[in-house]
């Protein structure tokens, strides 16, 4: 469904019959659900970021209007309350609608989340790999110094576990069906994401008061733990789950058991 919010578009998907949970992507993605985490009595809900598959580009967007654009989904879909469930750049999307729609979220799932630039006490790039770094760099020097980083077909090394590289091959081979689709029309969105996480999002993570749940794998190159360790102090009552194997996508193999406790909220 397309949603028409003034002079711009929301792409929305929404699959399956139950309780509602929105689905934030990464970057890049699509907006599509997460195939392997469907199951009966799961309603998932979500979108194309601004910019990416149908979704109107927003420049200068922050991470804290994904609540607002969530909200407005909801309304049309007629969804009073929800869940959120977000990814590596969607975990900050996710923390978003936690923070600014705390009458409506129930209780949210961040997995290998980033946490802000700039985060007090926090190495931000520690660990982080060398693309991922010179990338994200690119951006907090500005939108000129980012456009002209991707322009300049810097090649992008995730430098992925073998556990990253085994659910790849797996159960979320579904990857292949978001991530190079999303940048048919360009690198524009991937560019406005990582601004986006560079620069204030809008919210402070310790006003979320709903159930939040910190997933991440701590041999996670692309963001590293420390991310989600940092989130875990400064959010009231966050659970953290560190995974000691895994990267950025295997990660995901606990998926199932944090929508378990999500649906449980």
């Not at 940092?230 to 966050?238: D, E, K, Q, T, V």
Request: negative net charge; charged residues 15%.
């Amino acid at each position: 469904m397309d949603l028409q919010l003034g002079e711009r578009l929301l792409h929305v998907h929404d699959v399956g019959e139950g309780v509602p949970v929105f689905w934030h992507h990464g970057t890049p993605n699509l907006g599509l659900p997460p195939e392997p985490l469907f199951r009966p009595g799961v309603r998932w809900v979500s979108y194309d970021r601004p910019g990416y598959g149908g979704s109107t580009a927003v420049p200068d967007r922050t991470v804290g209007s994904a609540a607002a654009d969530t909200s407005h989904i909801a309304d049309a879909l007629g969804i009073d309350q929800f869940a959120v469930f977000g990814h590596s750049g969607g975990g900050p999307h996710a923390l978003a609608c936690a923070a600014l729609l705390p009458d409506r979220v129930t209780a949210v799932v961040a997995s290998a989340s980033l946490a802000p630039f700039g985060a007090d006490g926090l190495d931000w790039f520690g660990g982080m790999i060398a693309s991922g770094e010179a990338s994200l760099r690119a951006a907090a020097a500005g939108r000129a110094a980012k456009e002209a980083y991707e322009a300049s077909g810097a090649a992008y090394d995730p430098e992925f576990t073998k556990a990253d590289l085994a659910a790849l091959d797996g159960s979320w081979s579904w990857f292949g069906k978001v991530v190079g689709p999303a940048l048919t029309n360009g690198p524009g969105p991937l560019i406005d994401d990582d601004l986006a996480y560079v620069t204030p999002w809008g919210f402070d993570p310790a006003s979320i008061r709903v159930p939040t749940l910190l997933l991440h794998g701590e041999r996670d190159g692309m963001v590293p733990a420390s991310h989600s360790r940092w989130l875990a102090s400064r959010i009231p009552g966050a659970e953290l789950r560190l995974t000691p194997g895994d990267g950025h996508i295997s990660v995901l193999n606990h998926a199932p058991a944090a929508l378990d406790w999500l649906l449980a909220r």
